[in-house]
């Protein structure tokens, strides 16, 4: 049990703080469920203080797995456990088939500098190489034909989901807004004829002055250039070991300038 603050104000609630989140969204779904309506649900697991219920730490303890792993792998046990009950209490109010449900994280896994964690991706949590940012999204609306299950092997990220969560509720765009994001609805649909090529920049340096060309990645369907020094092919090199920026230089050139143009975009004026 803790407190928590909702709308500002102090509440003491019972429970898992996951559980209290999805209990708290289970409520807010099944009270509006005649109307439509937007959950965003976060949740502060997994992630440190490694606290949780001995329900779902101990399995992995009596595996031989040690604290505060069993803990961490506990936490990701009642997310799955909490995802499926949302998912319940959808069927059971007959808001499956037309609710838009998307799972997603925010970044690489903290504990993923073991190789186990990460799939053979490099770095982790915080890294501009691809254990720091390429991470699971699923999309799911049977009733919008998105269903069934195929993987979108084009470059994608959150900047896409507000145009693409615009496109599939038939709303009109904000008037004078420009979207850094592409709707997805074709790769949804899976209409992959006209996908157009992009760069795609992600950059963690979380300082208050940041600095041109740290801890950054330039990204393509193939193509990944770090920190303007160092390039890899994805599709030939997933595990990002191999530094071919000699080899091809017109690409270097492409990205550093698509990073140019990026960087003028956003930085401080």
């Not at 709308?7 to 409520?27: H, M, Q, R």
């Not at 340096?205 to 303007?228: C, E, F, Y």
């Amino acid at each position: 049990d803790d407190t928590y603050y909702r709308n500002g104000k102090p509440e003491k609630l019972k429970g898992y703080c996951t559980d209290v989140w999805f209990s708290e969204a289970i409520k807010f779904i099944k009270a509006n469920k005649n109307r439509p309506f937007f959950c965003y649900l976060s949740t502060n697991a997994a992630h440190g203080p490694f606290l949780v219920p001995e329900k779902y730490s101990g399995f992995y303890k009596e595996k031989g797995v040690s604290s505060p792993l069993a803990e961490f792998y506990g936490m990701i046990t009642n997310i799955d456990e909490n995802i499926r009950s949302l998912r319940g209490k959808l069927d059971e109010l007959g808001l499956s088939d037309n609710t838009i449900l998307i799972f997603m994280t925010d970044n690489g896994s903290g504990p993923g500098r073991r190789p186990e964690y990460n799939a053979g991706m490099r770095g982790a949590k915080g890294s501009q190489y691809e254990g720091g940012h390429r991470v699971p999204c699923f999309i799911y609306w049977p009733d919008g034909s998105i269903a069934g299950g195929w993987d979108v092997n084009h470059i994608t990220a959150h900047i896409d989901l507000l145009p693409t969560l615009i496109n599939l509720c038939g709303l009109s765009n904000i008037p004078d807004v420009k979207f850094d994001g592409m709707s997805l609805v074709p790769l949804l649909k899976a209409d992959k004829q006209n996908w157009p090529e992009r760069t795609i920049i992600t950059d963690s340096q979380r300082l208050d002055h940041p600095l041109k060309w740290r801890r950054s990645a330039v990204m393509t369907d193939r193509w990944r250039l770090i920190n303007g020094e160092k390039l890899y092919d994805i599709k030939a090199d997933p595990g990002q070991k191999k530094n071919i920026i000699d080899k091809y230089p017109q690409v270097v050139k492409k990205l550093r300038q698509d990073y140019d143009k990026w960087w003028d975009d956003v930085k401080i004026s």
